[in-house]
């Protein structure tokens, strides 16, 4: 099943760090099938509260190769020259599966 890793962005500092970052984390991706869907562009936020900088979400192919991705060491030598720079909140998350409704969350798991 699909997973995401998805930021909320409240603040980033740019800058040499930033820069480098964006530069070096395509490559860090590619070896987990991972993808952008969302790098902030237009956003709207019609209920609740959001980081005004928007978002950032990443798509892989499921879970475990989100989380690999996460802990690899080639993203771990980078991490530092975002959070050093950038304010937010980072979750990863499985996706639903191909034709999943909402009702599908009344059944128990």
Known sequence: MTA???????SVERCPDI????????????????RFVVHR???ENPEG????????????PDYERARAWYDSPA??????LRTRHMVADVIIAEGVPAGYRGADALKER
């Open 4 to 10: 995401y890793a998805l930021a909320q962005v409240h």
């Open 19 to 34: 820069v480098e970052y964006l530069e070096r984390i395509d490559d860090t991706l590619d070896a987990f099938g991972g």
């Open 41 to 43: 562009g237009t956003f």
């Open 49 to 60: 509260s959001w980081g005004p900088l928007g978002l950032i979400l990443i798509e892989f």
């Open 75 to 80: 993203y771990r030598e980078i991490l530092p």
